[in-house]
T-cell receptor
Framework: QKEVEQDPGPLSVPEGAIVSLNCTYS??????FMWYRQYSRKGPELLMY????GNKEDGRFTAQVDKSSKYISLFIRDSQPSDSATYLC???????????????FGQGTILTVHP | DAGITQSPRHKVTETGTPVTLRCHQT?????MYWYRQDPGHGLRLIHY???????DKGEVSDGYSVSRSKTEDFLLTLESATSSQTSVYFC??????????????FGSGTRLTVV
C-alpha cells in the first residue's frame, strides 16, 4: 500500500463547477501537506501549503486537512478551463529537519474543465 | 521555472549505455532532489542532496547514482540504461525554513527514452 493514495481520475467537469480532489495517507508522522498543479509537459508548481488541521483559502482554492482521518482535500470553486491540469498531493514528515525536506506524492488526479 | 534548469530536455539512448542528466540552480538552495514520474506512480524520489558532496538514496535508487560537487549542480547518472528507466525525470530544489521546506521548485523535466 502506498503511503499516500490519490484517485487518479480522470475527472471531467463543466466550467463553473466546484471540484473536490482528495488524498489519504497512512503515516501519522506526516505533518506538512501540499498541493501541486502540473500542466501538460511542465514541472509541478506549488499551489497550496498547509501545516495544521483545518482549512486554508487562497482565492478560488481551499486546502483542507483532517489529521484525525488522515485525509487531505483541495477544493476549486468556479472552476475554469485554465484549471485543467494534473493535481498532486504531497506530504512531508515532521522530523525536526532530519527529513531533509523529502516529499511523498500521491499519484496525481487529471482534471479537465470543459467550457 | 525560474532559477532551475534541466538538461537535456529530451534524450533517446540505447540500452546499456550510461546517461547523465544535469540540474542547475541559481537560487543557492541547500536541498536538491531527483524524482521520476511514471503513469500510475506519481513522483518517486530517486536521490537527494542536502549539501555539497552530501547525498542519499530515495525510494527508487537502484541503477542510479548522483553527484554534487557544487551547490548549483546536481547530476543524475544512469549507470547502464534499461528500458524500465524510460521516464520523465524532474529535479527540484528547496530551502528548509523551520522544520518544513515550504515546498519545492521544480525544473521543466527531462524526457528520457531507452530503446
Amino acid at each position: 500500500q502506498k503511503e499516500v493514495e490519490q484517485d487518479p481520475g480522470p475527472l471531467s467537469v463543466p466550467e463553473g463547477a466546484i471540484v473536490s480532489l482528495n488524498c489519504t495517507y497512512s503515516n501519522s508522522a506526516f505533518q506538512y501537506f501540499m498541493w501541486y498543479r502540473q500542466y501538460s509537459r511542465k514541472g509541478p508548481e506549488l499551489l497550496m501549503y498547509t501545516y495544521s488541521s483545518g482549512n486554508k483559502e487562497d482565492g478560488r482554492f481551499t486546502a483542507q486537512v483532517d489529521k484525525s482521518s488522515k485525509y487531505i482535500s483541495l477544493f476549486i470553486r468556479d472552476s475554469q478551463p485554465s484549471d485543467s491540469a494534473t493535481y498532486l498531493c504531497a506530504t512531508e514528515l515532521n522530523a525536526g529537519g532530519t527529513s531533509y525536506g523529502k516529499l511523498t506524492f500521491g499519484q496525481g488526479t487529471i482534471l479537465t474543465v470543459h467550457p | 521555472d525560474a532559477g532551475i534548469t534541466q538538461s537535456p530536455r529530451h534524450k533517446v539512448t540505447e540500452t546499456g549505455t550510461p546517461v547523465t542528466l544535469r540540474c542547475h540552480q541559481t537560487e543557492n538552495h541547500r536541498y536538491m532532489y531527483w524524482y521520476r514520474q511514471d503513469p500510475g506512480h506519481g513522483l518517486r524520489l530517486i536521490h537527494y542532496s542536502y549539501g555539497v558532496k552530501d547525498t542519499d538514496k530515495g525510494e527508487v535508487s537502484d541503477g542510479y547514482s548522483v553527484s554534487r560537487s557544487k551547490t548549483e549542480d546536481f547530476l543524475l547518472t544512469l549507470e547502464s540504461a534499461t528500458s524500465s528507466q524510460t521516464s520523465v525525470y524532474f529535479c527540484a530544489i528547496s530551502e528548509m525554513q523551520g522544520q518544513g521546506n515550504y515546498g519545492y521548485t521544480f525544473g521543466s523535466g527531462t524526457r528520457l527514452t531507452v530503446v
